[in-house]
């Protein structure tokens, strides 16, 4: 019997007490009819039975709370808009910033076991994370027994010629066993075999499945045609599937790394990248571990080149710059508080809504309907406003994606543009439940303990004294977590400012960039990529507009490496970042192009050719690191392989981007270098600086360059200051949201305080007209209603403070340098929380003060 | 005051509460008609529904404890029955034994539902799925 009153609990309470005693004197009798076997049959059939009918009993119950609640709302459709409103808000932004912080953050990447991949890196000082050079990659590989499989690659871009215009193509070249170890296999064709892989093989390539579908519009015989990628023809041995998108988005095509023995020889040569597997069983740790034993074995083993070279491991998933995901926590907890302000004031509506409900709720309990039931019915009603703010919710998210599509690094290999999809959904639909539940349940509670008969009683007061604490309470969280998104928002607005202010030690206005590939073989004599740079560059200067032009190798801020060791006076330095430069072959008038400002000496030359001593231009920095204090024309120092001499100082440019250190800088004449060197360095970068806005002169240097060279590609086309731009873009789209988020936070905050206070003036309508009658001054009772205002401001500020300097803390790496204590920013959103204090209380004090005592004494 | 009308309202609209046209429940859930049938000659309680359902239809219908008492309920709201308050003799009585009438407006719900199925058994002759002629 007990066993039944047991499975009696699936019933809701009310219908258990008015029927489980008859119920179980029914089953009793039953069971008293059975016998042996029968007894089972019927203990099987009741379960079953109870458990339908008490799914049909609360499904009943629910309907009807619905129907009520459509009625309920109706009747109060201004309630209803605002509170469904504000969940919108709070849903829709935590959903939006979950399905970005989800793809960038969260789920796995698209490869099968993703958790297992590591990217291993080199280790030197000043540098947490060095490309590998082939050498020690070979040797990697070689002696770790903790993977499974471990690939290298490179990105590399080339000029795809023979498929109408020539076009610029970024892809990567990889080992053999680059794509076993990420376990992904083409969507048609055939992988590289180590075959394909060896020095002097035929050239094969992988397609992309966004070049398959752009260039050979998705034609399934594509493979066995051949491609002309910088005059070597490749052959197409199969297509990738879509989703695969690695190293980054921007990969259009795969080739065979096919290292030459050559590559191997110098250790110092650090330009790949490394993928590896680990086994399964074998966890990060073990592997890091073997890795900085083998990285003490080579280091050993080669002092000259790997000393103080370690090995570091580090889980794929984790490829992403601390910065960045910073950033999006942030932008997560900013979400989140939006969130919690809605439901502070969902809450706080509710709250005031049931306080004049009192009387109908009194009424509904007097007619028999339990405390559990009455509760029940509340419960559902902030369900449904929850439910129906969730749905808007999940519409303002898609409304607002594409502004975050930005904040996608392009490091990882996954798509540019996160999807609201099912996974994003349900955190939608869960956040909205628990939004119902938080701001529901307190009020649900409360009405529950109080919906007694007290409320028929004339004359009974809604939600005065003591019982508005708890309203207050919640406008005070309000104003609390507003002044702690206002503080952020306002440090990130500051540390955007002060990196804008940043001088990047180049004017990048008016100067256009572009880039012509200069394709090997065809350029890899030094003089013949000379006579393009100076046909280009005299034609160019020729027209109207154009101050100067120059080639670089690498523009700024684009492209952050070139850096090598450099040694004075023979003295052989240690590998590490304290002693390293970055290295930048120019043609003259760079400087000028760029408004660097020349300090001592010389441009480079066109007579600084090979059979002279090499020449270099050097930047402050460099003279403050190795010729302090004195004259640095005429030093030699040696550096990429050749002893150089110094003949000109120009000012330290940020090359590396706005934010951070970069290396000092050396510019090396372009016509100093062997045919065949260096290549990979060779100016392709052009700039040319114009009068007024260069923009107007791109078919004009289009139509030079295609004169010069029919075959030319023109790619990478910006305007330097977008470059510039770029820089601080990321941080800005975080800030213009943090401040949305901050501004809707704002707003809520004044309608919380407003609201209560307009709830608190008219329960005192009938005192405010006595004091009136008693020869209270309109000033006195402005004021009692604005001290109220301010108390609950000041309450709220106060641990509000706290509360952001703690946040500020916590994003300090994301603040350049602003303090997250900074005085101004904290004394702005104060005195913006003052002013939305007087401006919600205004309203309500100016009906306080416009009470008629006699109509306010005569309604009591 | 604005607080007392609306109170005032949610009263009216209690009381107010009209019986919807007898025809706008039909059909009846099978448990719900073999109830009304139960209670039309005498007030029963809800043991005594069961087994006089039971013996009407031959042991075919033997209605479960919960279905008996969800159906009440629901019947109870839409005003079909009425729980009575008159007790039998307390040597018949076992007090924890509600007893039920069926209501005015139950009997008007339960003849509307009759005359539906003698209409369906009607038009069911008259295409040859039922014994008799139309």
Redesign the interface.
Known sequence: MRTYRGLLHFYPAAFRAEYGEEMCAIFSQRLRLASGFARLGVWIAVFFEVLFNALAVHFDILWQDLRYTGRALRRAPGFAITAILVTALGVGANTAVFSLTDHVLIRPLPFPQSDRLVKLWERLPGYSEMEPSPANYRDWKKMATAFEGMGAFTTTAVNLVGQGDPQRLEGAAMTADVLPTLGITPLFGRTFTEADDREGAPPTMLLSYGLWQGLFGSDPTVIGRKLLLDDRPYLVIGVMPREFRFPGPEIEFWTAAQFAESAFQDRSDNSLEVVARLRPGVTLEAARAEMSVIAGQLERQYPKDNTKVGAVALSMRDELSNKSRLLLWVLMGAALCVLLIACANVANLLLARALVREKELAVRAAMGAGRERLVRQLATESLVLAVLGGLLGVVVAFAGLPLLVKLVPTSLPISQAPSLDLRVLAFAGILTLLTGTAFGVLPALRIGRRAGLNGLREGARAGGGRKGWLRAALVVAEVSVSIVLLVCAGLLMRALLRIQAVDPGFRADRVLALKTALPMPKFRKTEVRAAFYNRILTEVRRLPGVVDAAYIGGLPMVWGGGIWPVSVNGEVRERVAAYTASMRYITPGFFGAMTIPLHQGRDVSDTDTVDRQYAAVVSDSFVQKYWPHENPLGRHFQFALHDRLVVGVVGDIHVRGLEGLSEPQVYIPYRQVLDGNFTFYAPRDLVVKGSTNPAGLLPAIRQIIRDADAQQPVSDVRMLSDVVDSQTAPRSIQLRVVGVFAAIAFLLAAIGIHGLLSFAVSQRTPEIGVRLALGARAGDILGMVMRQGTSLAVAGVVPGIVLAYAAGHAMQSVLAGVEPADALTFASATVLAIVMTVAGSFLPAMRAVNVDPLQAMRAE | ????N??TM??ME?MSDKLPEPESLLPLPAATFHILMSLADEDR???AI?QDVAARTDGELKL???????S???MLEQGLLVEVRERPAPELD?E???YYRITPYGGLVARAEGRRLTQLVRLAKASGFAPGRA
């Open positions: 005051m604005a607080i007392k609306i109170s949610a009263i209690v309680h809800g043991y069961i479960s404890a919960g279905t008996l008492y969800r009440i309920q629901r076992d924890r034994r509600r």
